[in-house]
Protein backbone atom coordinates (compact mmCIF):
# COMPACT_ATOMS: atom_id res chain seq x y z
CA UNK A 1 0.00 0.00 0.00
CA UNK A 2 1.65 3.32 -1.13
CA UNK A 3 2.00 6.66 1.41
CA UNK A 4 0.08 8.55 -0.35
CA UNK A 5 -2.97 6.42 -0.11
CA UNK A 6 -2.67 5.64 4.06
CA UNK A 7 -1.97 9.33 4.44
CA UNK A 8 -5.16 10.16 1.96
CA UNK A 9 -7.51 7.88 4.37
CA UNK A 10 -6.23 9.49 7.39
CA UNK A 11 -6.66 13.40 5.98
CA UNK A 12 -9.78 12.12 5.16
CA UNK A 13 -11.10 10.72 8.41
CA UNK A 14 -9.31 14.23 10.25
CA UNK A 15 -11.66 16.16 8.07
CA UNK A 16 -14.90 14.01 8.44
CA UNK A 17 -14.40 13.59 12.50
CA UNK A 18 -13.23 16.73 13.00
CA UNK A 19 -15.23 18.72 10.41
CA UNK A 20 -12.56 20.41 8.57
CA UNK A 21 -13.24 22.24 5.54
CA UNK A 22 -9.12 22.07 3.94
CA UNK A 23 -7.01 18.85 4.93
CA UNK A 24 -4.49 19.70 7.94
CA UNK A 25 -0.45 19.58 7.16
CA UNK A 26 0.96 16.71 8.46
CA UNK A 27 3.02 19.39 10.96
CA UNK A 28 -0.39 20.40 12.65
CA UNK A 29 -0.82 19.73 16.29
CA UNK A 30 -3.62 17.23 16.96
CA UNK A 31 -5.01 19.21 20.35
CA UNK A 32 -3.43 22.41 19.76
CA UNK A 33 -3.85 23.28 15.99
CA UNK A 34 -6.98 21.05 15.47
CA UNK A 35 -8.88 21.13 18.78
CA UNK A 36 -8.93 17.14 18.36
CA UNK A 37 -9.02 15.33 21.94
CA UNK A 38 -8.43 11.05 22.40
CA UNK A 39 -11.24 10.49 22.02
CA UNK A 40 -11.30 12.37 18.40
CA UNK A 41 -7.95 10.47 17.81
CA UNK A 42 -9.18 6.97 18.77
CA UNK A 43 -12.21 7.81 16.27
CA UNK A 44 -9.98 8.90 13.48
CA UNK A 45 -7.45 6.00 13.62
CA UNK A 46 -10.24 3.37 13.92
CA UNK A 47 -11.98 5.01 10.74
CA UNK A 48 -8.57 4.40 9.07
CA UNK A 49 -8.35 1.01 10.20
CA UNK A 50 -11.53 0.33 9.19
CA UNK A 51 -10.57 1.73 5.67
CA UNK A 52 -7.89 -0.68 5.80
CA UNK A 53 -9.59 -3.60 6.23
CA UNK A 54 -11.55 -3.07 3.00
CA UNK A 55 -8.24 -3.12 1.48
CA UNK A 56 -7.59 -6.59 3.35
CA UNK A 57 -5.16 -5.12 5.41
CA UNK A 58 -6.00 -5.39 9.17
CA UNK A 59 -3.60 -3.15 11.43
CA UNK A 60 -4.64 -2.15 15.32
CA UNK A 61 -2.76 0.88 17.06
CA UNK A 62 -2.17 -0.14 20.52
CA UNK A 63 -2.71 2.04 23.92
CA UNK A 64 1.57 3.29 23.21
CA UNK A 65 1.09 3.69 19.62
CA UNK A 66 -1.57 5.99 20.18
CA UNK A 67 -0.33 8.42 23.51
CA UNK A 68 2.79 8.71 21.13
CA UNK A 69 0.96 10.86 18.40
CA UNK A 70 0.89 14.67 18.68
CA UNK A 71 0.63 15.51 15.41
CA UNK A 72 -1.03 14.80 11.63
CA UNK A 73 2.45 13.43 11.02
CA UNK A 74 2.92 11.18 13.72
CA UNK A 75 -0.34 9.51 13.32
CA UNK A 76 0.39 8.61 9.67
CA UNK A 77 4.12 7.30 10.53
CA UNK A 78 2.31 5.03 13.06
CA UNK A 79 0.05 3.78 10.50
CA UNK A 80 2.61 3.67 7.61
CA UNK A 81 4.55 1.16 10.61
CA UNK A 82 1.52 -0.75 11.54
CA UNK A 83 0.12 -1.31 7.58
CA UNK A 84 4.36 -2.23 6.59
CA UNK A 85 4.52 -5.03 9.27
CA UNK A 86 0.85 -6.37 8.28
CA UNK A 87 1.12 -9.82 7.85
CA UNK A 88 -0.98 -10.19 4.35
CA UNK A 89 -4.86 -11.16 5.98
CA UNK A 90 -3.68 -10.94 9.40
CA UNK A 91 -3.31 -8.40 12.76
CA UNK A 92 -0.39 -6.08 13.34
CA UNK A 93 -0.92 -4.64 16.80
Same mark, same amino acid.
Given at each position: ME !? *? *?? +? %??LVMQLQEVLALDTPPALDARLSEDL? $? @?? /? +? /? =? *? =?? *? %?VERALAVRDV? =? !? /? @? @?DALRAITTVGDAADALR? $? =?R @? $??KGGVRR
Open positions: !R *E *EI +D %GLR $A @DS /L +D /L =V *E =VI *E %GT =V !R /L @D @DR $A =V @D $AP
